[in-house]
């Protein structure tokens, strides 16, 4: 998808909301990549928020008078206006008190007008102290946002206002306007994964080697998390097992947690049966400390004494799901980030890898300290174990994810309709 829209077409209507917290001058990040990448914004802020970023900045940015009250223009009815001509309204930051006003119908300013009004996908972003966040009002306000429709994202962790620090933070502009891009692309991506359950793994597993330290790698899951999303856009039920990722996961899809490869060995393979598709685009450590240490792992002072890590395999995720279904299904698709060597080019590894694993699609990138992990783009080749091969330039993520269920979706079976025990006249119903 395409961050700009096309010559001759309309450029996508935002309506950004921004309530009253610290983090509001964030949402003048996010209002200048939103108008830079081809977006019409209107920023409509709450009176709390203006108290930390000023109108002048919002129309500096935007180049258009910014709507703050119901009263103003009334012969337009703005609050009606608004959220009937969006094509996404998008709060960053969500406080706690604007979840609450959105999760139960509150009208009192225009920015919550323009929330009941709006026919468009709506984006929450919250931002909060980590105690507000995990309060169960709020989570039970999220929750129902979330049952009718409204994409709430997860805020990030890390540093708050003052010393605080855990979650709660405002994902970043950059994250969240990937999000809105999403939204805005969903309608044009077709539901041709209507029917179906996903289970994509994301992000790098860490293998502990005492309690503060452990053995990792440079993935960011930034990928996993786009195929999660797009399969989710194309009417998937998604299951996303996430190592470690940064950034928050989509909306609309189903989050485990894991740390280590034996964790997510388990998460996948539990659910890899009753699944369709099984995406492993995780970077799975391939070893692991045959031994934890219980504390702190501490130098010595004879060099001769330092420790030494003995490291032992960890499973073959993708293996062990090739040898453990049964017919087609699930479709299996491997990831492998490779690069070349004196025995070999980046795609000789990958189709020795694709015949050894014996998948059904492998999605192939090479990767480096500037390629692949950690960035917001990449190139890849997606291998199929019939021969074929497709080139994906470099390019975002989002649009890699979209080529590679471009390549799954010819490779399901139809989907069986459900019966419907009323339409049975042997029911009784």
């Given at each position: 998808?395409?961050d700009?829209?096309?010559?001759g077409?309309?450029?996508p209507r935002?309506?950004?909301?921004v309530?009253?917290?610290?983090?509001?001058?964030?949402?003048a990040?996010?209002?200048?990549?939103?108008?830079?990448?081809?977006h019409d914004v209107?920023?409509?802020?709450?009176a709390a928020?203006e108290?930390f970023?000023?109108?002048a900045t919002?129309?500096?940015?935007?180049?258009?008078?910014?709507?703050?009250d119901?009263w103003?223009?009334a012969d337009?009815v703005?609050?009606v206006?608004?959220?009937r001509?969006a094509d996404?309204v998008?709060v960053?930051?969500?406080?706690?008190d604007?979840?609450a006003r959105?999760?139960?119908g509150l009208a009192?300013d225009?920015?919550t007008?323009?929330?009941?009004?709006a026919t468009?996908?709506?984006?929450l972003?919250?931002?909060?102290?980590?105690?507000m966040?995990l309060?169960?009002?709020?989570q039970?306000?999220?929750?129902?946002l979330?049952s009718?429709?409204?994409t709430?994202?997860?805020p990030?962790?890390g540093r708050l206002?003052g010393?605080d620090?855990g979650?709660?933070?405002?994902?970043e502009?950059a994250?969240i306007?990937?999000?809105?891009r999403?939204?805005?692309?969903?309608?044009?991506?077709?539901?041709?994964?209507a029917?179906?359950?996903?289970?994509?793994?994301?992000g790098g597993?860490?293998?502990?080697?005492?309690?503060?330290r452990?053995?990792g790698?440079?993935?960011s899951?930034?990928?996993?998390?786009?195929?999660?999303a797009?399969a989710?856009?194309r009417?998937?039920?998604?299951t996303?097992?996430?190592?470690?990722?940064?950034?928050?996961?989509?909306?609309?899809?189903?989050?485990?947690?894991?740390?280590?490869a034996?964790?997510?060995?388990?998460?996948v393979?539990?659910?890899?049966?009753a699944?369709d598709v099984?995406?492993?685009?995780a970077?799975?450590?391939?070893?692991?400390?045959?031994a934890r240490?219980?504390?702190?792992?501490?130098?010595s002072?004879?060099?001769s004494r330092?420790p030494?890590?003995v490291?032992?395999?960890?499973?073959?995720?993708?293996?062990?799901?090739?040898?453990d279904?049964t017919?087609?299904?699930?479709?299996?698709?491997?990831?492998?980030a490779e690069?070349?060597?004196e025995?070999?080019?980046v795609?000789?590894?990958?189709?020795?890898k694709?015949?050894?694993k014996?998948?059904d699609?492998?999605?192939?990138?090479?990767v480096g300290?500037?390629?692949?992990?950690a960035?917001?783009?990449?190139a890849?080749?997606?291998l199929?174990?019939?021969?074929?091969?497709?080139?994906v330039?470099?390019?975002s993520?989002d649009v890699?994810?979209d080529a590679v269920w471009?390549a799954?979706v010819?490779?399901l079976?139809?989907?069986v309709?459900?019966?419907?025990?009323a339409?049975?006249?042997?029911?009784?119903?």
């Open positions: 998808m395409s700009t829209p096309a010559p077409t309309r450029a935002v309506v950004l909301g309530a009253g917290g610290i983090a509001a001058y964030k949402a990040l996010l209002l200048r990549e939103l108008s830079e990448t081809g209107t920023v409509v802020p709450t928020s108290r970023v000023g109108r919002w129309e500096a940015l935007s180049g258009k008078p910014v709507a703050t119901v103003s223009h337009q703005p609050h206006r608004l959220g001509h996404l998008v960053a930051p969500a406080t706690a604007l979840l959105a999760a139960h009192d225009l920015l007008n323009v929330l009941l009004t468009c996908p709506v984006l972003a919250p931002a909060m102290h980590t105690e966040w309060n169960p009002a709020v039970a306000n999220v929750a129902l979330r009718r429709g409204v709430v994202l997860d990030a962790s206002t010393a620090s979650p709660g933070r405002l994902p502009p994250d306007a990937a999000a809105c999403r939204l805005l692309g969903s309608g044009s991506r077709p539901r041709d994964l029917g179906r359950r996903v289970v994509v793994s994301a597993t860490r293998e502990p080697l005492d309690p503060v452990f053995l790698n440079r993935s899951g930034r990928q996993g998390v786009a195929l999660a797009a989710a856009a009417g998937a039920h998604v996303l097992v996430t190592a470690h990722v940064e950034g928050p996961a989509p909306a609309a899809v189903d989050v485990v947690s894991v740390q280590t034996a964790e997510l060995a388990d998460a393979q539990s659910r890899a049966a699944s099984v995406v492993m685009a970077a799975v450590a391939d070893f692991r400390p045959s240490a219980s504390a702190k792992i501490k130098k002072e004879d060099p330092d030494v890590v490291l032992e395999r960890n499973p073959d995720v993708l293996a062990g799901l090739v040898a279904r017919g087609a299904a699930p479709v299996l698709v491997g990831f492998a690069t070349g060597d025995t070999g080019s795609l000789d590894h990958g189709r020795a694709l015949a050894r014996g998948c699609l492998l999605v192939l990138n090479e300290e500037t390629k692949g992990f960035t917001p783009t990449n890849v080749t997606i199929g174990r019939d021969g074929s091969e497709r080139e330039a470099e390019t993520k890699v994810a471009d799954v010819p490779m079976p139809p989907v309709p459900t019966p419907d025990p339409a049975d006249p042997a029911s009784g119903a």
